[in-house]
């Protein structure tokens, strides 16, 4: 103690109490356990290794016995800006000119779903929240091709949708036969506009969408569909797969008043996408056409693509799964930073040398965060690209994600390991013992994502708050696909779907990391080391 | 370490006297051991509480207005096992590496040269405790599931199967959990003894617990997600609690739990092994 006191006199008192010179001390200890060093890189390992597990293949024997892996069936039908896109539903359709309208009034729309999953059971009634009927004009009835439509929804009133991607809402409410709604579509070249009234006489422009290069002769009719209910998912524990259950919509139109068609032309119907999308399997779909009303009946979703809801096709998140497993690494490494040397008495030397508790543990978190993002990094970077050669090579097509949202996934990536290794390290240092310490952080980090994630124990509503409020909203950085309010679907990180913004989710964590760091500095200062 | 190796190297060289120790001194000086220490019978009672808290959350969740969902009422009374699972892990795990970081195995191995006969005698003496705690988390899930579930369109008047103990899959189903526990405190045992290290040990159980499905729900082929299904000691483990769907299960209930049984066998192999190879 008096040596202590007279060092702190000397002028060599300056350097000893470098930032500097306990960052270089804190690596140098970090550096000469080999254990450490190699969990590191075991961690860094583990995040590749999960994609050099034989992944699914797509396509199958053709012809001749020769196969063939991939395949238009192996893709995710694209829209017309190269997006994913669900495009499956019942088209009632006339060919149009360039220059025509449809108007129609809706008297009523009407659900339900086969409860067991499959066909022939009895129909329970119940409308989901974004089934969808209304007018349509479409390019062609190709899936995935260019489309504007004015509809009545579930339980979102009115709105008016173009491209998947684009929504406007119009008047809000539940049409009944009580309270009925007009929709209008007008097309004049490449540009469609759509209007919507409660009483036929007034009407309120609700958008206008230009839909570049739609074709002289485009589809325009009625249409019905409903998507897979997320709701009504069968849960199983085990991991074995859980669907959803299929639903469809019943919309009864009249007035239905047609411009711009070649004169003898009659409708026709087309189910869009049916038998093509798994998920969405043609549920009866048709029409009747009792007097001058048209009763449509269709299942499926137009809207954007997600991985896993809407067919077959892999997700860029998929290839980051191995994060999982060298995450449970870091963490071990993380907590062994701390414990190690409370254990081992270490600390005691650590803390005679620099005496400033809090700048001891800042020194270590900054050094173990900066260690465990370096191993991050390139560990993400080549898990990215041997899983997608792996999904190449089987056949899948990955979804496409927008232009550059790799780099923030590999980044997050390694900030997600970094400040998930500081929390450990403030868990570590106050709870003192390794293996509850352990299991602490990784019960933090790892079940929330297990409970309410791919092995879906929990409803996905019940299950929504875990992954939002406990350190796994970090998973969020590895958020691959735009969030679309129009589109009810489940989070289901596997397929790179989070609750959170990666940001959002990011910052949870960091909180999570901040309040550890923080109470461990506090007891530090607090105890007997 | 100075100190030790010697006193325990003339020990074993002394072939003329075989050690005395038997199975039942073992026993009883592990018996001891656990009794003694004060951090033992905390976290069993944790463990049993966080079981019938998780499981009785997760029953209070789930929600089947329609009266027609397909779930498995045993199997979400018994969802708590998941984390339950993790605080015996920690026991079991503590139960060999607090040994290693104190340095008392090496007393314990100089009074106890035959290390096989050591490493029964933990895994015999942590069993029991754990199948008590078992014994008690799992009817305490039962009972929250059936107590809770029917009030959320699940059970019997819905067409469920029973989740009461007096039917046959549902009786399999809970005896099975508490066999389940007890074969992941003996894989813990038997991995701890391998690694020592308690941090380690901890990272490599809850490792191969939690994220080994994972990869199979991404991977995509069918076949091969099966296979890790069936390999992985967790969800393989966990087949025991179905009680609907049997048919779709990746693996039968009872072979389920004999490949977790062989994960949990390997890891004390393994440990013994490289505690008898290795110097303490």
């Known amino acids: 103690m008096t040596a202590m006191i007279t060092r702190?006199?000397?002028a060599?008192?300056?350097?000893?109490?470098?930032?500097?010179?306990?960052l270089h001390a804190e690596w140098t200890k970090f550096r000469t356990v080999r254990g450490w060093v190699v969990g590191m890189i075991v961690a860094g390992l583990l995040i590749i290794a999960v994609n050099l597990i034989p992944g699914g293949e797509c396509g199958g024997p053709q012809s001749g016995g020769q196969v063939t892996l991939g395949g238009p069936s192996c893709a995710p039908t694209l829209g017309p800006g190269g997006e994913a896109v669900a495009d499956s539903f019942y088209f009632v359709h006339q060919p149009m000119a360039s220059t025509g309208s449809i108007t129609v009034r809706v008297t009523s729309m009407t659900g339900s779903y086969s409860p067991g999953g499959a066909p022939g059971q009895e129909l329970k009634s119940a409308l989901q929240p974004w089934s969808k009927a209304g007018i349509i004009i479409k390019a062609s009835t190709r899936p995935g091709s260019a489309y504007a439509a004015m509809m009545v929804t579930g339980e979102h009133g009115v709105r008016m949708q173009w491209d998947y991607t684009q929504d406007a809402p119009g008047l809000a409410g539940a049409v009944s036969a009580a309270a009925p709604r007009w929709l209008r579509l007008t097309r004049s070249g490449d540009t469609i506009t759509g209007y919507d009234s409660a009483d036929g006489t007034h009407w309120a422009r609700v958008g206008a969408a230009t839909l570049p290069g739609l074709p002289r002769a485009a589809q325009a009719g009625l249409f019905a569909a409903s998507p897979t209910s997320s709701n009504l998912i069968s849960q199983s524990a085990t991991g074995s797969s859980s669907s959803g259950l299929s639903t469809?919509?019943?919309?009864?139109?009249?007035?239905?008043?047609?411009?711009?068609?070649?004169?003898?032309?009659?409708?026709?119907?087309t189910d869009v996408g049916g038998g093509t999308n798994a998920a969405y399997p043609a549920r009866d779909g048709g029409y009747r056409q009792p007097g001058r009303a048209l009763t449509v009946t269709g299942s499926g979703d137009i809207a954007p693509g997600l991985p896993g809801g809407t067919g077959s096709g892999g997700s860029v998140a998929g290839t980051l799964a191995g994060t999982f497993a060298g995450l449970i690494a870091v963490l071990v490494v993380a907590t062994m930073f701390i414990t190690a040397e409370l254990r081992r008495g270490l600390i005691r030397v650590t803390l005679t040398a620099s005496p400033r508790r809090n700048r001891v543990l800042a020194a270590k978190a900054i050094v173990l965060g900066a260690v465990t993002f370096a191993a991050g990094l390139p560990a993400a970077y080549m898990a990215l690209l041997t899983g997608e050669r792996k999904q190449h090579a089987g056949g899948i097509s990955v979804y496409p994600v927008p232009a550059l949202t790799e780099v923030p996934m590999i980044v997050g990536t390694a900030a997600l390991l970094a400040v998930a290794a500081v929390l450990a390290l403030g868990i570590g240092a106050v709870l003192r013992r390794s293996a509850a310490a352990v299991t602490a952080v990784i019960a933090a980090l790892v079940l929330p994502y297990f409970f309410a994630g791919p092995l879906a124990v929990l409803p996905a509503g019940a299950a929504d708050w875990l992954p939002r409020a406990t350190p796994a909203a970090g998973f969020s950085v590895q958020q691959g696909y735009?969030?679309?309010?129009?589109?009810?679907?489940?989070s289901t990180p596997a397929n790179g779907y989070f609750p959170?913004?990666?940001w959002a989710g990011f910052a949870v964590l960091c909180l999570w990391a901040a309040l550890a760091l923080g109470l461990a500095g506090y007891l530090l200062r607090r105890r007997d080391a | 370490?100075?100190?030790?190796?010697?006193?325990?190297?003339?020990?074993?060289?002394?072939?003329?006297?075989p050690p005395r120790a038997s199975m039942r001194d073992a026993l009883h000086a592990e018996w001891t051991k656990a009794r003694t220490l004060p951090g033992t019978g905390w976290p069993l009672l944790a463990a049993a509480a966080l079981t019938v808290i998780v499981s009785a959350a997760v029953a209070a969740a789930v929600r089947c207005p329609s009266g027609h969902c397909a779930e498995d009422p045993a199997k979400i009374s018994?969802?708590?096992?998941c984390a339950g699972q993790a605080v015996i892990a920690i026991v079991a795990v503590l139960a060999v590496s607090s040994e290693h970081s104190t340095g008392m195995i090496r007393v314990t191995l100089a009074a106890m040269p035959r290390r096989a006969t050591v490493l029964a005698a933990k895994a015999a003496v942590l069993t029991g405790p754990v199948l008590v705690t078992a014994a008690v988390a799992v009817p305490g899930s039962v009972l929250a599931g059936r107590l809770i579930l029917p009030g959320h369109g699940i059970g019997p008047a819905h067409g469920h199967?029973?989740?009461s103990l007096a039917s046959g899959p549902a009786l399999r189903a809970a005896a099975g959990s508490v066999l389940y526990l007890a074969l992941i405190a003996l894989l813990s045992l038997g991995i701890a003894a391998a690694v020592r290290d308690g941090a380690a040990a901890i990272g490599v159980v809850l490792g191969l617990l939690y994220p080994f499905p994972i990869p199979g729900q991404v991977v995509g082929s069918s076949s091969w997600h099966r296979h890790l299904e069936q390999l992985a000691p967790m969800t393989a483990g966990l087949a025991i609690q179905a009680t609907t769907g049997l048919r779709s299960l990746p693996i039968s209930p009872w072979a389920g739990l004999g490949v977790l049984a062989g994960w949990a066998a390997a890891a004390l192999l393994a440990g013994g092994n490289l505690l008898r190879l290795r110097d303490a």
């Open chain 1, 12 to 22: 060599v008192r300056a350097e000893r109490d470098g930032f500097g010179e306990l």
């Open chain 1, 248 to 269: 469809q919509a019943t919309a009864v139109f009249d007035d239905v008043d047609l411009r711009g068609t070649p004169p003898s032309s009659r409708w026709s119907g």
């Open chain 1, 8 to 10: 702190r006199g000397t």
């Open chain 2, 78 to 81: 018994l969802t708590g096992i």
């Open chain 1, 482 to 490: 735009p969030r679309y309010p129009q589109l009810d679907a489940s």
């Open chain 1, 500 to 502: 959170l913004a990666p």
């Open chain 2, 161 to 163: 199967p029973d989740p």
């Open chain 2, 1 to 17: 370490m100075t100190q030790a190796p010697p006193a325990q190297r003339a020990h074993t060289a002394d072939t003329s006297r």
